[in-house]
């Protein structure tokens, strides 16, 4: 398996991403470049593990004390729950982890998704407001539960297949409608793609986006590219909006600071934008 050997250059901490496929992920680009930064010789990489071998990684690396942990990517993110303690109740409120790393001599797992989805907009006040969501996958899971959280008014979740929007709608005790994806959406203050449509390779996701208020804000998980479909509709239509680098990088601080105990030198984080953009 590619996951056995462990860390290739010994005797320093080390970190990585697991997923399948891995190969495209961003996030050893954005934890070395913080590593690099604060001159930590220290390693991250990604690692490819099949879903079959999920158990036999965490056996793998639980012995290995260099290892500092690892965040989750597709298909993992459901299913490592099941191999690691839930210190902070993730399984029953999401229901998915992002990061695993080690607590009390066990492996933990927590979810840094909410918290980078809620970081580049911290500062709205989205109490009462009417929000909405497309999608209905793992990414919208965390984002619905951030919401439901700071206390949004109504919420809109539009998907391919409704039927899972009102799943997470009653899950997280929203107030609001699932509806199936068209272009047509109400007016929100706040509107999140949250599918991996406008990705490159993907179909744009095709919204009209004229019932939204003058100042409603466009969000999109969607990185690659930079500017989607979406976001180009919005800024024409005048429109403030958040890229999903902003979420990347902000979910990745989170768990850079669990994995190597130190909070990433966000001041740059312009030049980690043009790496990851490049
Ligand atoms: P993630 O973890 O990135 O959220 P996911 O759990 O597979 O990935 O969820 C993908 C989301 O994108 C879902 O909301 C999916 O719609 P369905 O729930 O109906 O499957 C949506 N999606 C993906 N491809 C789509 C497409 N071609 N058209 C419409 N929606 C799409």
């Known amino acids: 398996t590619d996951f056995a050997a462990g860390d290739p250059s010994p005797n320093r901490p080390y970190a990585e991403v697991i997923g399948d496929p891995i190969a495209h992920s961003k996030s050893p ?7 690099d930064a604060l001159g930590i010789d220290g390693d991250y990489r990604a690692t490819r593990v099949a879903a079959d071998d999920l158990a036999a990684f965490f056996a793998a690396r639980a012995d290995d004390s260099h290892w500092r942990g690892c965040n989750i990517t597709v298909p993992h993110k459901v299913e490592a729950l ?18 695993v790393f080690r607590q009390d001599g066990a492996l933990a797992g927590t ?10 907009i911290g500062d709205l006040d989205l109490t009462g407001q009417p929000v909405t969501v497309i999608g209905a996958g793992g990414a919208a899971r965390a984002i619905l539960w951030a919401l439901a959280r700071v206390g949004v008014g109504k919420v809109t979740v539009l998907n391919r297949n409704p ?5 997470l709608l009653s899950s997280f005790g929203l107030k609001g409608q699932a509806l199936p994806l068209t ?21 744009p996701l095709d919204i009209d986006l ?26 024409a239509r005048g429109l403030d909006t958040v890229d999903g680098l902003e979420m990347l990088i902000a979910q ?27």
């Open 252 to 278: 990745a601080a989170v768990a850079f600071a669990i994995l190597f105990g130190t909070e990433p030198p966000r001041e740059r984080d312009d030049e980690l934008r043009a790496l990851l953009a490049g």
């Open 163 to 167: 039927l899972k929007a009102a799943a």
């Open 210 to 235: 004229s019932a939204m208020p003058d100042d409603g804000i466009v969000y999109d998980i969607v990185y690659a590219p930079l500017e989607t479909p979406l976001l180009a509709a919005a800024r």
């Open 82 to 99: 099941g191999h690691v303690a839930d210190p902070g109740g993730v399984r029953a409120s999401i229901g998915a982890i992002n990061t």
């Open 183 to 203: 272009p047509q959406v109400p007016p929100a203050a706040l509107l999140v793609n949250a599918t991996s449509l406008g990705m490159t390779g993907q179909p």
């Open 29 to 35: 680009l954005i934890h070395r470049f913080w590593l």
């Open 111 to 120: 979810n840094t998704d909410a918290a980078g989805f809620w970081s580049p």
